[in-house]
């Protein structure tokens, strides 16, 4: 079991520039999602992908932001012209589904975005 | 919209059982009660989920009340390792999409030696 995995663990841009994330899931996990955590704050949800599919966007996710999971496999997550307030911890989960309706999310250790 | 209410802090001395309650008081018959915690610097891990049965695994147990609007999670002998924020968490049965794990602000459990 390795997990799901990030990349980059951090990042560090100036205001204006675009950033892109990376996240590599569990590989028998077909849903996917991204996360945004700010300091002292719970995980608020983003997206969210079954397969190739992404079945759901929050508000949350401005124009700037576009997420993609090509083939099912890796997904990415972009921010274009970043802004100070996206300075946040990005997580990444995939999922396994059970018969009884229960669902288990795998969280990867995030990337910490810090926006100069 | 936060469907739980948990106490922000708790402490715990270590090799004491740490008792972290939650409320749900408008929990509907189909959704289960989760735990994660997070430690720091680390992604949510999942650490026990149930519906109305009282529920053991490795890491803790999960006590419900029989009108299911509160429930205790229990870690029976609190280690150093598990200072963490623990979160509490409503979700619908089922495996629609749309039944994401929503997030509120958890209870940050300092255990002490």
């Known amino acids: 079991d390795t997990g799901v995995s990030q990349d980059p663990r951090h990042k560090i841009t100036k205001r204006g520039q675009n950033v892109t994330f990376r996240c590599d899931p569990i590989?028998?996990?077909?849903?996917l999602y991204w996360y945004r955590q700010t300091l002292g704050q719970g995980p608020e949800f983003l997206t969210y992908?079954?397969?190739?599919?992404?079945?759901?966007k929050s508000r949350l996710l401005s124009d700037r932001f576009s997420a993609e999971r090509p083939k099912g496999s890796f997904s990415t997550l972009e921010i274009q012209r970043t802004e100070q307030g996206d300075s946040a911890m990005y997580l990444c989960a995939s999922s396994s589904l059970f018969g009884t309706g229960h669902e288990k999310l795998f969280f990867g250790s995030g990337t910490q975005l810090s926006v100069l | 919209d936060a469907k739980t209410t948990q106490p922000p802090s708790m402490d715990c001395a270590e090799g004491r059982a740490a008792n972290l309650p939650c409320n749900h008081s408008?929990?509907?018959?189909?959704?289960?009660v989760y735990w994660y915690r997070q430690i720091h610097s680390q992604g949510p891990q999942y650490i026990i989920h149930?519906?109305?049965n009282n529920e053991t695994n490795e890491m803790a147990s999960l006590i419900i009340t029989e009108d299911r609007k509160s429930s205790t999670l229990i870690l029976p002998h609190a280690t150093l390792r598990d200072t963490a924020v623990y979160y509490c968490i409503v979700r619908p049965r089922g495996n629609n999409a749309g039944n994401m794990l929503t997030f509120g602000g958890g209870t940050r459990l300092m255990v002490k030696p």
């Open positions: 590989s028998e996990h077909n849903r």
């Open positions: 992908f079954q397969n190739e599919a992404q079945l759901e």
């Open positions: 149930g519906l109305k």
């Open positions: 408008t929990i509907s018959g189909n959704e289960y």
